[in-house]
């Protein structure tokens, strides 16, 4: 990194910074530590992978019959948070070609230069590692397999194709659709009825929020060679009707939470109203199909899978 940028980025001029040896010497050692850390937090994107911490919560919520088991949930939400970060950092070592080109990427550690492929190669790893461990002797085997399905269907199957094929978003949303399943096989030891319908909120959700970035963002993308939807549908027509199609689709299933007995009447009454919402977003793209229209079916979308979550959840703690 740059001295002067880093000085600047600090707050300090470089003749106070260089005053004295052993303070500058200390000052940036601190400095170092907490550019190591800040890129640590990017190559991991752990403020992203709050979602990952939520979904996972609500699985295992949605599975507690009895008592609630503490350590066990901990145990969980830290393997599967792992996991998810794990898969951040390896794709940035698949994808630092592609990030080098993107405007929006190219200043995460590994295109920028702050942190060498092996490095990150090495951190990804460690972290699946324990991420792994931590969910086959803490929590169960099940959990530990989907976990490690989780993994591997990201970086050796998405990741790849994200190269080739529009459809990589909707196999994408796959791995992305699996930490709510995890939270429920931590406890029940199997894959039921009510982590299925979990797994197809999530799925569902996921792809008009991913259409609509990737409106956003289709000029980035076709810089970096990838093929997403909105790059090859120039008009919009093709993203559009799939917006609205799997907003549609997310709709009644998001009912089903209380048809399975999860869940209340408080909860169906709030997923009609988020999912008439969430569609008329959908709906305001069909007919605009600007960068303001994607943006706010990408806000809602945001608003959405937590609001939707926390009626989940409180519906089942109160009902």
Not at 65 to 94: W, Y
Request: with cysteine; charged share 10%.
């Amino acid at each position: 990194m740059n001295d002067s940028k880093h000085l600047s980025a600090t707050g300090h001029p470089p003749m106070e910074a260089s005053a004295s040896p052993a303070g500058g010497a200390a000052g940036a050692a601190g400095e170092r530590s907490v550019s190591w850390f800040s890129d640590l937090m990017e190559l991991t994107r752990l403020r992203l992978n709050l979602m990952v911490v939520l979904t996972t919560a609500i699985g295992f919520a949605m599975a507690v019959t009895d008592s609630f088991p503490v350590l066990l949930f901990i145990h969980t939400v830290l393997g599967t948070t792992l996991v998810a970060a794990a898969s951040s950092a390896l794709n940035q070592v698949l994808e630092r070609d592609i990030d080098a080109k993107m405007r929006r990427t190219q200043a995460r550690p590994i295109p920028s230069g702050r942190l060498s492929p092996d490095a990150a190669l090495a951190v990804g790893v460690g972290i699946a590692l324990v991420g792994l461990v931590e969910l086959t002797f803490a929590v169960n085997l099940l959990t530990a397999l989907l976990g490690a399905l989780t993994l591997a269907g990201y970086l050796f199957v998405y990741t790849p194709l994200k190269r080739k094929t529009s459809l990589a978003t909707v196999i994408g949303a796959v791995p992305g659709a699996i930490p709510p399943v995890m939270g429920w096989t931590a406890l029940r030891g199997e894959i039921g009825a009510g982590a299925w319908v979990l797994f197809t909120i999530l799925f569902l959700w996921q792809l008009p929020h991913f259409l609509a970035i990737a409106w956003v963002y289709r000029a980035d993308y076709a810089r970096g060679g990838l093929p997403m939807l909105p790059v090859v549908d120039p008009e919009g027509e093709l993203t559009a009707r799939q917006m609205v199609l799997y907003c549609a689709a997310l709709l009644p299933v998001s009912l089903l939470p209380t048809l399975v007995g999860l869940t209340g009447p408080a909860y169906f009454a709030c997923a009609v109203v988020a999912g008439i919402a969430y569609l008329a977003y959908a709906f305001l793209f069909v007919s605009q199909r600007t960068n303001l229209a994607a943006r706010r079916l990408m806000i809602a979308s945001v608003l959405y899978l937590p609001a939707l979550l926390t009626a989940m959840m409180l519906d089942r703690l109160l009902g």
